[in-house]
């Protein structure tokens, strides 16, 4: 069956798609959509056209499986082109969302009506892309200049009351009566002339006022470091009110030909299917039954336990809160008040929906009141005798079917099981801190996790907004076991010479949002510290006996200022060559290109093992895992991606190199090495 067929209603032709699942535009649908223009245009009886889609949505956008791929005729900008030309009214009617290519379409059409709960957008830059279908050119004629950068440069589809309020749609249609509306619209349209996104004046706003489009990189510059599609994308909005049509439209297809060739775009076309294939768990049926999870229990109201309980009061799921002591839960839950209304004042929240997702939450000091809980979630000290103490209470107290899961960052899971006679219910779900912010969920599989509780879990994930990414137990699971290395070599590196600045620079340059040294200096360096300033058995010691103890004490690794600006200190340089005298380390000078091999390629190592052992799914879970967890920049694609990038033959050859270097516990993985002597790749 044809994904695009037509429909008569009198004098209006309906063009419909059924591509599903998201109507991508795909060469079967570009070709029908050119095919029915066409009928509708030979057809002295058709007086307008429509063009919808059934499914959940309007066209969402080019068709990604395509790219990379040769191109097939007919091409989307032609095909628009054509839409353009009619001289009959041609109405894109939108529901779901109109994105990319799909927006694309509907800047091609002379109306654009939509449902309220529609959104419209071009997201090409979430894949290192801008439009490619002449969307930089029509969009800001249609809008201004100034309402299409956000929408170009950063991507984030607008709702449709939005959209009609800069004027990309025309008219807001009755939710459940798109169909009819849209053939009523076109209707009254007949007979007048048609307006043309490619003739519009609205562009003028950059031409007349030029310096928006530098107090929009001024203004977005910290998010958009390191990516090239959002200066191109710029670039081709400011094009728009400088060239011509046609010019502006050569201008875009050179930029999205060069990013289309780069690697930016393969990696973030790359991490787009890796979190959607993140959340598939292999072997486990799709049609499995899921426990529901109505209401939900945390213990300890801490750092984590407070982050954890807000995720589930915003989705409006009840939580009950356990500590030892009534200060410590009247501590956590006054957090967890203020973080929201924190939110509140930024106008990312309403004052009554505080007061709701607050209503939700109960406290208490008895695990009684935990009894009727659908999942528990454990967020207590680090250590395994108080895990299982609370384990085996909550074994007892809470009702059988429900969840028992732990926030551990590294303690085995199976271990904590055993302290239960559920050992099938238990699981871990590891939060990344600030857990109500961090978008990453390690859910860590025990031996003898059920497949039921495991789906569970990747559903519930999905419903709190988190991406959720199976891993296996092993120290760390996938994200902090493959931050051990690379902190060891940072540590072994500043003994060896290199300035622990130049440390944080390279990760810095590379894209990462901090260094190590950063990252200790923000934790604060007396985490896990022995507080007995006469006893020094590292840098770390000796600094917080210095009471430099992070950026709370003004001086930690660096030296700060009230603005919390950052400066190298002579002082600590000193006391870590001192350390490496006393360690009979020689200090040498070391290049930034020896730091990043270090740092990165051991990462990479890391992650084959976890690979080899079958503690990730997939080479592309890991990759996702780095970028929302650890702030890989998402340029790269992730630390598999990025390897397949630079070749597995350079990563193994640089490991050589180094191997004396990389501790005794380093162990090159077979896997990559075979890999890397196949010259293959870990993802596709
Ligand atoms: N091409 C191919 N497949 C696509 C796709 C696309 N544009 N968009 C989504 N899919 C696939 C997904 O991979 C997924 O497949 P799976 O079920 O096998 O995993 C399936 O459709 C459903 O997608 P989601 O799970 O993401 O469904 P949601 O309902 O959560 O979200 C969506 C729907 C908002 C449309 C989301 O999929 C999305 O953001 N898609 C990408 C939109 C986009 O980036 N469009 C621009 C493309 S580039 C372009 O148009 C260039 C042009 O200018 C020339
Ligand atoms: P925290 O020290 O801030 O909070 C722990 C809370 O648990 C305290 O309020 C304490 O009173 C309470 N508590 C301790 N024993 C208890 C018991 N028997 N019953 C009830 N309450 C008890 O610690 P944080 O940082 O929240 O860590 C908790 C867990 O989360 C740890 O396992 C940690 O490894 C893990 N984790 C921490 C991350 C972080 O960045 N802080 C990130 C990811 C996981």
């Known amino acids: 069956m044809s994904v695009i067929t037509t429909e008569r209603h009198d004098d209006v032709l309906v063009i419909i798609s059924d591509n599903p699942p998201v109507n991508a535009l795909g060469q079967a649908v570009r070709q029908g959509l050119a095919d029915g223009i066409e009928e509708a245009l030979g057809d002295d009886s058709v007086k307008a056209v429509v063009i919808r889609c059934d499914g959940r949505t309007f ?14 005729g007919p091409g989307l900008g032609d095909v ?28 091609a059409c002379h109306y654009r009506v939509a449902v309220p709960s529609a959104k419209l957008g071009l997201p090409e830059v979430k894949l290192g892309l801008i439009p490619g279908a002449a969307g930089t050119q029509r969009l800001p004629r249609v809008v201004g200049a100034e309402a299409a950068l956000p929408m170009v440069v ?43 996104a490619s003739e519009g004046t609205a562009n003028r706003d950059g031409v007349e006022n030029p310096a928006i489009f530098d107090e929009f990189r001024a203004k977005h510059g910290r998010k958009l470091r390191g990516f090239d599609a959002p200066e191109a994308g710029i670039q081709a909005v400011k094009a728009a009110g400088e060239l011509s049509y046609e010019e502006g439209v050569k201008k875009e297809r050179e930029l999205f030909m060069g990013l289309m060739a780069g690697t930016q775009s393969a990696a973030m076309r790359h991490y787009f299917f890796a979190e959607r294939a993140a959340n598939k768990i292999e072997g486990i049926a799709k049609d499995i039954e899921l426990i529901p999870i109505k209401k939900v229990g945390v213990i300890g109201a801490g750092t984590m336990g407070g982050g954890i309980s807000m995720n589930f009061l915003s989705a409006g799921i009840p939580v009950t809160i356990l500590e030892m002591e009534q200060e410590a839960l009247d501590r956590g839950t006054g957090v967890m008040r203020k973080n929201y209304e924190r939110t509140a004042l930024r106008g990312r929240m309403t004052g009554e929906q505080v007061e709701q997702a607050m209503g939700l939450l109960t406290s208490t000091l008895d695990y009684a009141d935990l009894a009727d809980c659908d999942l528990v979630i454990e967020a207590v000290f680090e250590n395994m005798d108080v895990k299982k103490e609370v384990f085996a209470k909550l074994d007892e107290t809470v009702k059988q079917g429900a969840i028992l899961a732990s926030n551990t960052s590294y303690l085995n899971v199976d271990e904590i099981a055993t302290a239960t006679n559920r050992p099938e219910y238990v699981l871990g779900l590891h939060f990344f801190s600030p857990a109500n912010i961090m978008k990453l969920l390690e859910v860590v599989r025990g031996d003898k996790t059920s497949d039921q509780v495991l789906a569970t879990c990747m559903k519930l994930a999905k419903k709190i907004g988190k991406i959720a990414v199976v891993a296996g137990v092993c120290d760390g699971f996938i994200g902090n076991r493959m931050l051990s290395p690379r902190q060891q070599q940072a540590n072994a590196l500043i003994m060896e010479g290199a300035n622990y600045w130049e440390v944080d620079e390279v990760l810095l340059d590379f894209g990462f949002p901090m260094g190590p040294f950063q990252m200790s200096d923000l934790a604060g360096l007396d985490i896990g510290w022995h507080r007995d300033p006469s006893r020094i058995e590292s840098v770390r010691d000796a600094l917080c006996a210095m009471d430099r103890r992070g ?6 690794f660096y030296d700060y200022d009230e603005a919390r600006q950052r400066t190298p200190s002579d002082d600590v340089k000193k006391v870590i060559a001192e350390f490496a005298e006393k360690q009979g380390v020689e200090q040498r000078e070391i290049s930034k290109e020896e730091i990043q091999e270090r740092l990165l390629y051991p990462m990479v190592n890391e992650g084959a093992l976890i690979l080899e052992e079958g503690m990730a799914q997939r080479a592309s879970d890991i990759d996702v895992v780095w970028i929302n967890g650890y702030g890989w920049p998402l340029y790269t694609g992730g630390p598999m991606f990025w390897a397949d990038t630079i070749g597995l033959g350079t ?34």
């Open 80 to 107: 628009l082109d054509q839409i353009e030309a009619s001289d009959k009214p041609v109405v894109a009617a939108i529901h779901g969302t109109a994105l990319g290519g799909g927006c694309e379409v509907a800047l």
């Open 651 to 684: 990563v193994v050859a640089g490991l050589e190199k180094h191997r004396e270097r990389l501790g005794e516990k380093f162990k090159l993985s077979q896997l990559l090495a075979d890999k890397a002597a196949a010259g293959e790749r870990f993802n596709g």
């Open 154 to 196: 950063v991507g984030n589809p607008i709702p449709a009351k939005k959209a009609e309020s800069i004027g990309l749609v025309d008219r807001i249609v009755g939710e459940d009566s798109l169909a009819e509306d849209a053939i009523a619209f076109a209707r009254e349209q007949i007979g007048k002339p048609v307006p043309r």
């Open 551 to 556: 950026q709370k004490t003004g001086a930690g």
């Open 59 to 72: 066209f969402a956008g080019a068709d990604i499986t395509e790219f990379g791929k040769p191109p097939q």
